[in-house]
């Protein structure tokens, strides 16, 4: 599941809404939206997340959420490392390598300290 379909599914249970009616809503088949829940489609348009975030009228922070989750949901990652520093590489295929294995908290500690990092290095 990305990012963006945890918060879609979250949206949806909190409000009582069925995948099939969230999906007639938006216009997209419901099979469709399943897999974007599931982070087995990439992440969709602009247009359709201004739709999700019309959809559940949601205003300001939460509606920056959602686009900001959306920005980070695409299931299928490429990280071009060609001319960066060769800790820059192993870092990249290490995850590759072992990011299926990891647990959940583990992925919230490397996430956090990856943001930290980001943050000291103001990238």
């Known amino acids: 599941m990305t990012p963006l379909g945890a918060k879609i599914r979250e949206l949806r249970t909190k409000q009582g809404v069925s995948l099939k009616e969230m999906a007639a809503a938006l216009s997209v088949s419901s099979a469709y939206l399943s897999a974007l829940e599931h982070g087995k489609r ?55 390598l072992k990011i299926g294995g990891l647990s959940d908290e583990s992925l919230t500690h490397l996430l956090h300290q990856l943001r930290v990092a980001a943050a000291k290095d103001n990238v």
């Open 42 to 96: 990439g992440k969709p348009t602009w247009f359709l997340v201004q739709r999700i975030i019309a959809y559940f009228n949601v205003i300001w922070d939460e509606a920056e959420e959602i686009q900001r989750l959306a920005e980070l949901s695409d299931p299928r990652v490429t990280i071009d490392t060609a001319g960066m520093n060769p800790k820059a590489t192993e870092l990249s295929n290490q995850l590759a």
